[in-house]
């Protein structure tokens, strides 16, 4: 029962996962379709240029260069906020210290 | 011999010859005062940041772009459509234009508020007017660039405002573009003041400003200085660098994740003999004074409209550049007054933009 169970969540998921990349690759196919349209030296005047990216996989590359670039730019912050915290403490020390002599 | 005395040895040598430890020590001891109004001293360092990605996306464009009526558009085309990521490349450069003006008005508005133009730091505060101006041209000239329909209007209506004022006006328009009419001229002119005379204006300002700003240190509150009150200080490396740092990374962020998700599209080749497509409008920051312009009527006590109007703003615009000498008595009537104005200016900005975006 349990096999069966998972054999149907499992097509499921495939299901889903290769309508996903179906409907991706469809759409980008029509982006591409659209930017060839719009090349330069064919019949550019007559299209306004919507950029995008040229294909699935410069949108992937871009997607988690972004994503890369968040999860760097949080744990640099977090890096940056120690170091400042310290800083500031040593700072003060300093100061309260100079006061005394 | 090991790493790193050979890093030790090739930081002697360039101290022997730059010096550069005397600038570590001042920057070392040069404090940063910490108060409720610290947060503007970010802005400076966010609009230095959005200059250098301006650079550096520029002369990714300029390898590609030519200026000539019949190549223009198609090479802005080709960037978008066949250099690889030069559509992410054009929207970053776009997108920090705008975040540039954007936090040169926040910079400039901040230190009219909290007065910190004050003596003796009134030619910080002028250096900081032009390089504003600087960035209004650097944005004018920039728009005409992709040789599309909008651009070309906007740049003709942009053009013709200095035609209003009296006897050099006419001699303005036509030293803006090279002609009576926006031409293939103008293309060419805008391309040499965007990459080659604005540049060198800005660097030029930018190297007065900063030099200024180290030279008669951060302001502090109006209020406190004249009360003589100690206000707490920070060196400005490393604990104000991080600081700043900590933002530049948060607005790069932003900036990428904007240029991605809206980057600014190419309309079709500008066709010169066309007429003007319906809804031209300016960029974002010339709104209020392109909706001012659209209000004002033709004739005022038999004067035309658009003369006493884009006198008036040249008038506004000196006054603007001469606050420090004007504004001598912050904490007094007169002062109040001029802070006021700041606070109406910004409304009537806002006004004005979002009315004339209706």
């Not at chain 2, 990714?60 to 690889?84: C, G, H, K, Q």
């Not at chain 2, 007065?208 to 206000?231: F, N």
Request: with cysteine.
């Amino acid at each position: 029962m349990k096999t069966h169970a998972n054999k149907i969540l499992l097509s499921l998921f495939l299901g889903v996962l290769c309508f996903g990349l179906f409907s991706v690759n469809f759409g980008w196919a029509q982006e591409i379709e659209q930017i060839q349209k719009t090349r330069p030296g064919e019949n550019a005047a007559e299209n306004m240029i919507v950029p995008a990216p040229k294909n699935i996989k410069e949108a992937i590359a871009i997607y988690v260069f972004l994503g890369w670039m968040w999860l760097s730019i949080f744990v640099l912050v977090y890096i940056l906020r120690q170091k400042i915290k310290e800083l500031d403490r040593i700072h003060k020390l300093k100061f309260f210290s100079s006061h005394k002599s | 011999m090991n790493i790193k005395k050979l890093g030790a040895g090739f930081q002697a040598w360039l101290d022997d010859r730059f010096g550069l430890s005397g600038i570590a020590q001042f920057l070392k001891e040069k404090p940063v005062p910490q108060h409720k109004h610290s947060i503007w001293y970010y802005t400076g360092s966010a609009i230095l940041i959005f200059f250098t990605i301006q650079i550096i996306t520029g002369f990714m464009l300029i390898l590609y772009y030519r200026p000539t009526l019949e190549e223009a558009n198609a090479s802005v085309a080709r960037v978008m459509t066949e250099v690889p990521l030069g559509w992410i490349i054009r929207s970053v450069h776009s997108w920090s234009a705008t975040f540039m003006i954007a936090f040169v008005f926040v910079h400039l508005i901040s230190i009219w508020v909290t007065k910190s133009y004050r003596e003796p730091r009134e030619i910080t505060w002028m250096s900081g007017v032009l390089l504003l101006a600087c960035s209004l041209f650097f944005g004018f000239t920039g728009y005409l660039l992709p040789w599309d329909d909008l651009s070309l209007s906007a740049t003709k209506v942009g053009t013709d405002i200095p035609r209003s004022i009296p006897v050099v006006g006419l001699w303005v328009t036509k030293l803006l573009r090279g002609s009576e009419d926006v031409t293939g001229d103008t293309l060419t002119r805008f391309f040499g003041i965007h990459v080659c005379i604005l540049p060198i204006f800005l660097v030029l300002l930018l190297a007065i400003h900063i030099y200024l700003i180290q030279k008669k240190g951060m302001s502090v509150p109006v209020e406190a200085e004249t009360r003589g009150e100690d206000v707490r200080t920070i060196p400005f490396w490393p604990n104000f660098v991080f600081r700043e740092m900590v933002v530049w990374l948060v607005l790069v962020g932003v900036l990428f994740s904007v240029a991605v998700f809206l980057p600014p599209s190419l309309d079709k080749p500008a066709d010169l003999m066309a007429a003007a497509p319906e809804g031209v409008k300016p960029e974002w920051y010339f709104l209020f004074l392109f909706q001012t312009l659209k209000i004002v009527p033709p004739k005022i006590l038999f004067v035309n409209g658009d003369t006493v109007a884009v006198l008036l703003m040249l008038v506004a615009g000196v006054l603007f550049f001469l606050l420090p000498i004007i504004d001598n008595k912050p904490l007094e009537r007169k002062g109040k007054i001029i802070t006021v104005l700041a606070y109406a200016l910004v409304a009537y900005a806002l006004i004005m933009s979002v009315w004339s975006l209706l």
